[in-house]
């Protein structure tokens, strides 16, 4: 059997100023403090953004049945946690466009 091949050194970094140039060194360092002070973006970012997303609105609720208003107000919490820039006085404007019948009139009396 042959002799394994010899593993590589990891290059120090005294190794490594005696194999680049001062000028190309100079150019890493700058590199890496750049990268370094960049402001760091935060990963959950990328999934805040809906705007490429759509989602259907929830079913209307009328207002007839308490069993249904539990269901159709899980779906509209849910839709609402899909769009969270959405503020208090669009979300009430726009939960307004979901009722019909008794619990549009029940809503109307309250404003």
Excluded: C
Excluded at 19 to 29: C, D, F, G, H, K
């Amino acid at each position: 059997m042959g002799r394994p091949p010899p593993q590589a050194e990891e290059p120090t970094r005294e190794r490594l100023a005696t194999m680049l140039a001062p000028e190309e060194i100079a150019r890493l360092v700058g590199q890496g403090i750049a990268v370094a002070r960049a402001p760091k973006q935060p990963r959950h970012e990328a999934r805040l953004n809906t705007s490429f997303l759509k989602m259907e609105n929830p079913e209307k609720f009328n207002g007839k049945s308490t069993t249904a208003f539990n269901q159709w107000w899980k779906s509209v919490t849910m839709y609402l946690d899909f769009y969270p820039k959405t503020v208090d006085h669009q979300k009430i404007t726009w939960i307004r466009t979901l009722l019909t019948d008794i619990a549009l009139v029940w809503h109307l009396h309250r404003y």
